[in-house]
Structure formats: C-alpha cells, structure tokens
C-alpha cells in the first residue's frame, strides 16, 4: 500500500513539473504561430511519442479488445478533450502572463472535489468547504482587472479558464472512472488522436502553412513531449495507484512551478493582487485537498 502511494506521488510531482513547463513553451510558441499551426506540430508530436510508448508497452493489443461500451467512453473523451484543450490553450494565449492562467487554473482541483461528491458521492466536510471558498476567493481576486463596471470586471481570459475547469473536471471524473480499465497509454493516445485531427480541420479551415521558425518548432517539440505526453501520462498513471483528491495535492503546486518558469523564460511576474490571489488560491487548495486525502485526520490519531 504504502508503495503503491509512494508511486502515486511520484507520478503525481513529475506530472505536475511536466504540466507547468507547457505553460512555458506554449506561450513561447504562440508569439510566432497561429493556433491552427500550434497544434498540428504539438499533437503530431505527442501522437507520434504516445504510439512508440504504446507499442513499446504492448498496448497497442488493448484495442482489439474493447468493448463497445469503452468505444463510447474514449469518444466521448475524445470530445471532451478537444473542447478542454482548445479552451486551455486559448486561456494561455489571451492573458499575458502564464502564471496568472496557472493560478486561475486552480479552480480546476475545486470543480473535481465538488464533482467528486456530488457524482461519485465522496464526503465534503467542513474543512474541506472552507480550503474550496478560499481558494475561490483567490480566483476572484486574480481575475479582478482593477475596472468597476461590469463588462471589464474581469481580466480577459477568465471565463475561458472557467469553462476549461468545467470540461477538465468531467473529464477526469470519467477518467477515474474507467481508467483501471482502459489502460493510461490508450487514455492519452486516444486523446492525442483526437486533438490532432481537430488541429489539421482547424488548419485547413485557417488556411495555415507548414512554414514555421525554428524556435517555434523548437518550443513546440519540447512542451509536447513534457506536456500532453509525459504529463498527462503520469497524471493518469498517478490516478491509478492514489485517488484524485491525494493527486490534487500535489497538483496544486502547480502554479508555483509556473511562476519561476515565466519570470526566467519572460521576465513577466504577476501584480501584487493576483499574487496574492494566487498564493491564497494554493493555500486553499491544499487546505481542501490535504483535508480530502486523510492527512488531517490521521494527524489526530
């Protein structure tokens, strides 16, 4: 047991690492691409990385195997996935500052506790109420754009970070659902797949060129394989051996990882409100999720 949480962990903090660098590079790549180019190389690249694991793995077999009931479950992820993704990387390419989409990026982690009971019938306490209003809290802050009417209340980008926490919530939930049953690799190849036919009808309907500079390649190859490949990849392995709420601990330090990348790789840093909005919504996070986990009730044994 204690192995298995150990490993749990693990797969946790380098999927966490791995998820904050494509904030990075991304961002880096959509000052010199359109979207559509953008996620052609990135999802050809992690469909290309994702197929050689898969058959190094062996599980590639797994397909002839589905049923039609897993057929549905990788459409429907399949749909979902595109509609997280295209809202995700549309957040990092309208705010500024990939850190400020990071910390909003946390009321991810509160929509799957939330998910979790109300649609797997988890337990909320009251600790755990009082860590998910905090880090609320903090999102509200972030987002505030300093303007007192109501259209600009907001910074740009805030309602696509909150659609994305919505569509990633229902996608994890079914994730951990089905996951001990379709296999990680097949998971993440499934989505890969998807994303990356999306991006060629989107490139096509855009009339885009293959023609792109060598950074932007550059940046691409590197994110993809930390981002959508690895990432992804131990997230879902993490899911398999903790549960969610024990990932999202970890998870939440995300934006933390975030912060360092962007103030090294563009000397950007938040204002002084959305930094503290962003530290209060860590704090709450993990207040909900160490809450979530057990941690605090075995600490009073």
């Given amino acids: 047991m204690r192995s298995n949480r150990f ?3 693990l797969f946790a903090l380098i999927g966490t690492v791995a998820f904050a660098s494509e904030y ?3 961002k880096a790549a959509f000052s010199e691409v359109h979207m559509a180019q953008f996620g052609v190389y990135w999802f050809a690249v992690c469909t290309i990385a994702m197929l050689a694991w898969s058959m190094a793995k062996g599980k590639l077999g797994q397909i002839k195997k589905l049923t039609k009931r897993q057929v549905h479950v990788l ?9 997280t993704a295209t809202t995700f990387y549309l957040s990092i390419f309208i705010i500024p500052d990939p850190a400020v989409t990071s910390f909003l990026g946390n009321m991810f982690p509160v929509m799957l506790a939330l998910g979790g009971v109300f ?3 988890e337990r909320f306490g009251p600790i755990e109420t009082g860590g998910a209003a905090l880090a609320l809290v903090g999102a509200f802050i972030i987002s505030y754009s300093g303007e007192t009417s109501w259209q600009k209340f907001f910074i740009p980008g805030t309602g696509v970070v909150v659609i994305n926490a919505i569509f990633a919530t229902i996608a994890s939930l079914v994730v951990k659902v089905h996951v001990r049953k379709i296999s990680a690799e097949l998971l993440n190849l499934n989505r890969s797949v998807w994303l990356l036919v999306f991006s060629f009808i989107m490139f096509f309907i855009y009339g885009q060129s293959f023609n792109i500079p060598a950074s932007a390649l550059q ?14 990849l131990a997230l879902y392995y993490s899911f398999s051996y903790i549960e969610a709420s024990r990932s999202s601990v970890v998870q939440s330090l995300k934006g933390i990882f975030v912060l360092i990348g962007a103030w090294f790789f563009f000397g950007t840093f938040p204002l002084p409100h ?7 919504t860590i704090v709450g996070v993990l207040v909900m999720t160490v809450a979530r986990a057990g941690f605090l009730k075995r600490r009073r044994i």
């Fill in 7 to 9: 490993k749990g962990y």
């Fill in 75 to 83: 459409i429907a992820l399949g749909v979902l996935e595109i509609l």
């Fill in 274 to 280: 959305q930094l503290i909005g962003g530290l209060i």
């Fill in 119 to 121: 649609i797997l019938g």
């Fill in 219 to 232: 940046n691409i190859v590197i994110g993809a394989l930390l981002g959508p490949f690895i990432a992804i």
């Fill in 24 to 26: 990075i590079f991304s």
